[in-house]
């Protein structure tokens, strides 16, 4: 039976407000970045396409020691912020937030420029061609023949966020009910041997990164027929 503290759902319910928020702004901005990846013809492409993939290869904490510079009391945004009066984002929410949103970049982006190209663009221009404007081609053609994508995007990047550890302790550090997520706190529990609490929460980690698997093979086995 799982018996968890109170420490324990504060870390959990700061988890899924952190996994949320981030896939939400994930989606808003991958989505418009993935069309013009998959359809664009600028030669900034490549060098795009890199920068976004960048954290499927970077240790977690090289990303998060950037991040903890730049948005730090001495950095170009956390010193601009102190100078207008505000605190930096160092060890804050926010902070943590950013982290995730480019920690977790790739999730989002690549489901969605996967899903775009397999689209294809006749189906847009034929829409175009029929008086359709842009956001009714979005609404009515892109998204309804895409929502595998976006659906395998929003898992992924919701997933990843909830099980990021690096980026988000190099920036945030574990501060309770702050910055102090599930991943950090299964991480404080085991150095502090209490191998009990680290088990439960690990294994709510285990049996959610099956179902996320399982969701993600399942709807891309459900759209692969899907062509345009």
């Given at each position: 039976?799982?018996d968890?503290?109170?420490?324990?759902?504060?870390a959990?319910?700061?988890?899924?407000?952190?996994?949320f928020?981030?896939?939400?702004?994930?989606l808003?901005?991958?989505?418009?970045?993935?069309?013009?990846l998959?359809?664009?013809?600028?030669p900034?492409?490549?060098?795009?396409?890199?920068?976004v993939?960048?954290?499927?290869?970077?240790?977690?904490?090289?990303?998060?020691?950037?991040?903890?510079?730049?948005?730090g009391?001495?950095?170009?945004?956390?010193g601009?912020?102190?100078?207008?009066?505000?605190?930096?984002?160092?060890?804050?929410?926010?902070?943590?937030?950013?982290g995730?949103?480019?920690?977790?970049?790739?999730?989002?982006?690549?489901?969605?420029?996967?899903?775009?190209?397999?689209?294809?663009?006749?189906?847009?221009?034929?829409?175009?061609?029929?008086?359709?404007?842009?956001?009714?081609?979005?609404?009515?053609?892109?998204?309804?023949?895409?929502?595998?994508?976006?659906?395998?995007?929003?898992?992924?990047?919701?997933?990843?966020?909830?099980?990021?550890?690096?980026?988000?302790?190099?920036?945030?550090?574990?501060?309770?009910g702050?910055?102090?997520?599930?991943?950090?706190?299964?991480?404080?529990?085991?150095?502090?041997m209490?191998y009990?609490?680290?088990?439960?929460?690990?294994?709510?980690?285990?049996?959610?990164?099956?179902?996320?698997?399982?969701?993600?093979y399942?709807?891309?086995?459900?759209?692969?027929?899907?062509?345009?």
């Amino acid at each position: 039976m799982i018996d968890l503290s109170p420490s324990d759902w504060i870390a959990i319910r700061l988890s899924l407000k952190l996994g949320f928020y981030t896939t939400v702004i994930l989606l808003a901005f991958g989505t418009p970045l993935a069309w013009w990846l998959a359809s664009g013809r600028s030669p900034l492409r490549t060098a795009v396409q890199t920068v976004v993939a960048l954290p499927i290869v970077l240790p977690p904490t090289v990303l998060g020691f950037y991040l903890l510079i730049l948005l730090g009391p001495r950095g170009w945004i956390g010193g601009t912020l102190e100078a207008m009066g505000f605190t930096h984002l160092a060890f804050t929410f926010p902070g943590i937030l950013i982290g995730s949103i480019f920690y977790s970049l790739p999730f989002a982006v690549q489901p969605l420029f996967q899903a775009f190209t397999a689209l294809g663009r006749r189906h847009v221009e034929v829409a175009a061609s029929l008086g359709a404007g842009p956001i009714d081609r979005f609404f009515t053609v892109i998204l309804p023949l895409t929502r595998g994508g976006f659906i395998v995007a929003a898992t992924l990047s919701f997933a990843h966020t909830l099980g990021e550890f690096g980026a988000i302790l190099m920036i945030g550090g574990s501060i309770p009910g702050r910055t102090k997520v599930l991943s950090i706190l299964i991480y404080d529990h085991a150095e502090a041997m209490n191998y009990a609490a680290a088990h439960q929460l690990s294994l709510i980690l285990l049996v959610f990164a099956f179902i996320v698997l399982f969701t993600v093979y399942a709807v891309n086995r459900r759209f692969d027929t899907v062509r345009p």
